[in-house]
């Protein structure tokens, strides 16, 4: 064992121990300031907007925390990122086809979302995709180009039929996809009640399967999708009817956050085969639509971990071009338009949120402990004392071990009656700092034992954050899913304190134990001791798909407080906040919930009334506790971190 040179620390050990170029895309980056900042155009010339800055603002318009931050530059730079590299690579490869991408609202269903992609892909002809009644009401709302896509996955029923005929209608590109078989005899018939022939898709199950933490949504077992006999049966079907001009495009999907390329690779393969032979069938398909799928690399290793991708979009947008071409111009069939409904990696970077610090618990020991000899100690506190006084680098090992022992055979003495309290009280602190010295002595120390990893994993603290794990981060406790989770400032400091994180929900796993790291994800994250009379606020980044709309009202804790950030070059501060969406208050999730804010007022001034009749409490004081309950209901449901 080795112990490192010690060096001043440094902006690029900051960004390297949070791994911020990585999974950030180019879009965060550190300013000399040591401060966190959004690089909206990922031109590092360019404008830089200081997250602390957005929070000072955001302070001034009285909104607490937690808070999303919501960059729609960053939205918009995705979309085009996406189109313009599909349209390059169509352009390198001499593919055909043309491009026709949509986005899939489930990822985020949120209006100011939505209308950002359709108005930032408006010239690329970036469609919608819709999978329930909701969605769909959405999207024929908002998708109004009738060059672009609007495909309709999911199951459906009358009314959703009824409600993609009504897009037919309006001259939409409405196309239906089946997704079992019983769905096709329904549009048959629908489109003959109501005089309507809607463009229909078929969804293949692949007998390839994914791979990463959603990968039993494929295979031959999927939840979606007909088989081969089944689109065999429907082509034929289609035919008995002379509907089969009615059948445009060609769908499968391969799961969500795939980490391998060559997975994406298989699936392609097979859906291309699928694809010619439904041509060779008479099948006049037009569009080839791949699904979804791409992920992105949360964690910043860039591998095939579930949390990572060993491969850039643009690597799986030359992959979609390229195999496709080779597998239509091999058969002699012409290249359709191909679709994509890339999502995540569509929303994930554009809003993330930010989250006060506001307590710590710790089970470091208590400083100044008395480790003198004293020949009135027990035996087992005497031993104890002993341990710490000769601690070095040279035994830590042994010491650790014996130390474990004698804390064991302390707590047996107790309860057998033989130690008291505060003996038992003595020996737990100086365990404590025994192993807390064990972990400073092995600071700058590579290939350290196990047992001082796991003593890094027991003795970190908890810092305790302004949030709802359940609200903002479901897939943190659902899927053990890892985000990136970085300080928005101090960043030219050193940081001291290896830490994990709790929520303030009433739930024991309301809590972050899982971090990126270097190498493999941590079981702590390294911050700074919390400065004195200064908020200390960290960013957990990468919540824009999902998160922001997968979320509980667990403990009743609503939805967050929100600022929708614009980039302007011309500002001082390189930025505006175009808008504030406040988030739920106290009354708003209760009524939610069946309560009536109404009632509850006037249940409890009934209660306080009846007080100040007894004489158990003043007039006065009654007026101002039914005023303190009406105000209460209509606050922020997070702590207020500003009393």
Same mark, same amino acid.
């Given at each position: 064992?080795?112990?490192?040179?010690?060096?001043?620390?440094?902006?690029?050990?900051?960004?390297?121990?949070?791994?911020?170029?990585?999974?950030?895309?180019?879009?965060?980056?550190?300013?000399?300031?040591?401060?966190?900042?959004?690089?909206?155009?990922?031109?590092?010339?360019?404008?830089?907007?200081?997250?602390?800055?957005?929070?000072?603002?955001?302070?001034?318009?009285?909104?607490?925390?937690?808070?999303?931050?919501?960059?729609?530059?960053?939205?918009?730079?995705?979309?085009?990122?996406?189109?313009?590299?599909?349209?390059?690579?169509?352009?390198?490869?001499?593919?055909?086809?043309?491009?026709?991408? %949509?986005?899939?609202?489930?990822?985020?269903?949120?209006?100011? /979302?939505?209308?950002?992609?359709?108005?930032?892909?408006?010239?690329?002809?970036?469609?919608?995709?819709?999978?329930?009644?909701?969605?769909?009401?959405?999207?024929?709302?908002?998708?109004?180009?009738?060059?672009?896509?609007?495909?309709?996955?999911?199951?459906?029923?009358?009314?959703?039929?009824?409600?993609?005929?009504?897009?037919?209608?309006?001259?939409?590109?409405?196309?239906?996809?089946?997704?079992?078989? !019983?769905?096709?005899?329904?549009?048959?018939?629908? !489109?003959?009640?109501?005089?309507?022939?809607?463009?229909?898709? %078929?969804?293949?199950?692949?007998?390839?399967?994914?791979?990463?933490?959603?990968?039993?949504?494929?295979?031959?077992?999927?939840?979606?999708?007909?088989?081969?006999?089944?689109?065999?049966?429907?082509?034929?079907?289609?035919?008995?009817?002379?509907?089969?001009?009615?059948?445009?495009?060609?769908?499968?999907?391969?799961?969500?956050?795939?980490?391998?390329?060559?997975?994406?690779?298989?699936?392609?393969?097979?859906?291309?085969?699928?694809?010619?032979?439904?041509?060779?069938?008479?099948?006049?398909?037009?569009?080839?639509?791949?699904?979804?799928?791409?992920?992105?690399?949360?964690?910043?290793?860039?591998?095939?971990?579930? !949390?990572?991708?060993?491969?850039?979009?643009?690597?799986?947008?030359?992959?979609?071009?390229?195999?496709?071409?080779?597998?239509?111009?091999?058969?002699?069939?012409?290249?359709?338009?191909?679709?994509?409904?890339?999502?995540?990696?569509?929303?994930?970077?554009?809003?993330? /949120?930010?989250?006060?610090?506001?307590?710590?618990?710790?089970?470091?020991?208590?400083?100044?402990?008395?480790?003198?000899?004293?020949?009135?100690?027990?035996?087992?506190?005497?031993?104890?004392?002993?341990?710490?006084?000769?601690?070095?680098?040279?035994?830590?090992?042994?010491?650790?071990?014996?130390?474990?022992?004698?804390?064991?055979?302390?707590?047996?003495?107790?309860?057998?009656?033989?130690?008291?309290?505060?003996?038992?009280?003595?020996?737990?602190?100086?365990?404590?700092?025994?192993?807390?010295?064990?972990?400073?002595?092995?600071?700058?120390?590579?290939? /350290?034992?196990?047992? /001082?990893?796991?003593?890094?994993?027991?003795?970190?603290?908890?810092?305790?954050?302004?949030? !709802?794990?359940?609200?903002?981060?479901?897939?943190?406790?659902?899927?053990?899913?890892?985000?990136?989770?970085?300080?928005?400032?101090?960043?030219?400091?050193?940081?001291?304190?290896?830490?994990?994180?709790?929520?303030?929900?009433?739930?024991?796993?309301?809590?972050?134990?899982?971090?990126?790291?270097?190498?493999?994800?941590?079981?702590?994250?390294?911050?700074?001791?919390?400065?004195?009379?200064?908020?200390?606020?960290?960013?957990?980044?990468?919540?824009?798909?999902?998160?922001?709309?997968?979320?509980?009202?667990?403990?009743?804790?609503?939805?967050?407080?929100?600022?929708?950030?614009?980039?302007?070059?011309?500002?001082?501060?390189?930025?505006?906040?175009?808008?504030?969406?406040?988030?739920?208050?106290?009354?708003?999730?209760?009524?939610?919930?069946?309560?009536?804010?109404?009632?509850?007022?006037?249940?409890?001034?009934?209660?306080?009334?009846?007080?100040?009749?007894?004489?158990?409490?003043?007039?006065?004081?009654?007026?101002?506790?039914?005023?303190?309950?009406?105000?209460?209901?209509?606050?922020?449901?997070?702590?207020?971190?500003?009393?």
């Amino acid at each position: 064992m080795t112990k490192k040179k010690l060096k001043k620390w440094s902006l690029k050990d900051s960004t390297e121990l949070y791994q911020i170029s990585k999974w950030g895309e180019g879009y965060f980056g550190l300013n000399a300031e040591g401060d966190l900042c959004v690089i909206p155009q990922k031109n590092i010339e360019g404008p830089k907007i200081n997250i602390r800055e957005v929070i000072e603002e955001a302070k001034k318009e009285n909104l607490g925390f937690p808070l999303v931050m919501r960059f729609h530059d960053i939205l918009r730079d995705r979309i085009r990122d996406l189109n313009q590299s599909f349209l390059n690579i169509i352009k390198e490869a001499e593919y055909k086809g043309d491009y026709y991408g %949509v986005y899939p609202i489930k990822v985020n269903q949120l209006r100011e /979302v939505v209308e950002e992609i359709v108005e930032a892909g408006s010239d690329y002809n970036y469609g919608l995709e819709a999978g329930s009644k909701p969605e769909l009401m959405a999207v024929l709302a908002y998708n109004t180009n009738p060059t672009a896509l609007t495909i309709l996955n999911g199951y459906k029923d009358y009314q959703y039929m009824k409600l993609a005929m009504l897009g037919t209608k309006l001259g939409r590109k409405m196309i239906i996809v089946i997704e079992k078989f !019983s769905e096709l005899q329904q549009v048959l018939e629908i !489109s003959e009640d109501l005089d309507v022939e809607p463009m229909i898709g %078929v969804r293949a199950k692949l007998s390839s399967k994914a791979s990463g933490k959603w990968a039993e949504s494929s295979g031959d077992f999927a939840k979606f999708g007909l088989s081969i006999p089944q689109i065999v049966q429907m082509v034929e079907v289609l035919k008995k009817h002379n509907k089969l001009h009615m059948l445009k495009l060609f769908h499968f999907h391969v799961g969500s956050q795939i980490p391998d390329i060559r997975t994406l690779k298989e699936c392609l393969i097979e859906g291309a085969h699928i694809f010619v032979h439904l041509k060779k069938l008479g099948a006049p398909i037009e569009y080839f639509d791949a699904g979804g799928g791409v992920g992105i690399s949360y964690d910043g290793s860039l591998s095939s971990e579930g !949390s990572s991708t060993n491969y850039t979009l643009k690597e799986y947008i030359a992959d979609v071009v390229y195999n496709l071409k080779e597998i239509c111009d091999i058969n002699n069939v012409d290249h359709p338009n191909i679709v994509t409904e890339t999502g995540r990696a569509m929303a994930a970077h554009h809003s993330f /949120v930010v989250t006060n610090v506001f307590g710590e618990i710790s089970l470091q020991a208590q400083d100044n402990l008395d480790i003198a000899e004293n020949p009135k100690d027990h035996r087992i506190l005497k031993n104890m004392k002993a341990l710490l006084r000769d601690l070095d680098f040279g035994n830590y090992y042994d010491t650790y071990h014996d130390a474990s022992l004698f804390k064991a055979e302390s707590t047996s003495a107790f309860k057998l009656g033989v130690l008291d309290l505060l003996e038992r009280s003595q020996i737990e602190n100086i365990y404590w700092a025994i192993c807390q010295k064990i972990i400073n002595l092995t600071l700058n120390t590579d290939n /350290v034992p196990d047992v /001082v990893k796991s003593l890094k994993k027991e003795l970190a603290s908890k810092y305790l954050c302004n949030f !709802s794990l359940f609200q903002s981060l479901p897939d943190s406790w659902a899927i053990d899913q890892v985000f990136p989770i970085v300080p928005i400032s101090h960043h030219n400091q050193k940081p001291d304190i290896h830490c994990t994180l709790a929520d303030i929900t009433c739930d024991s796993d309301g809590k972050v134990t899982h971090f990126i790291g270097k190498d493999q994800d941590e079981s702590s994250l390294l911050l700074h001791s919390r400065p004195l009379n200064q908020d200390y606020y960290l960013g957990i980044f990468l919540t824009g798909a999902y998160q922001d709309v997968m979320g509980d009202m667990h403990n009743l804790f609503g939805r967050l407080n929100e600022v929708h950030v614009y980039c302007d070059d011309e500002d001082p501060n390189d930025f505006y906040i175009e808008e504030i969406i406040r988030g739920h208050s106290a009354g708003e999730v209760l009524e939610i919930m069946q309560y009536d804010k109404t009632e509850m007022n006037r249940l409890i001034k009934q209660q306080v009334d009846k007080k100040i009749k007894s004489g158990d409490i003043k007039p006065r004081i009654g007026v101002k506790l039914t005023d303190f309950y009406e105000e209460s209901l209509n606050s922020y449901t997070y702590l207020d971190s500003k009393r």
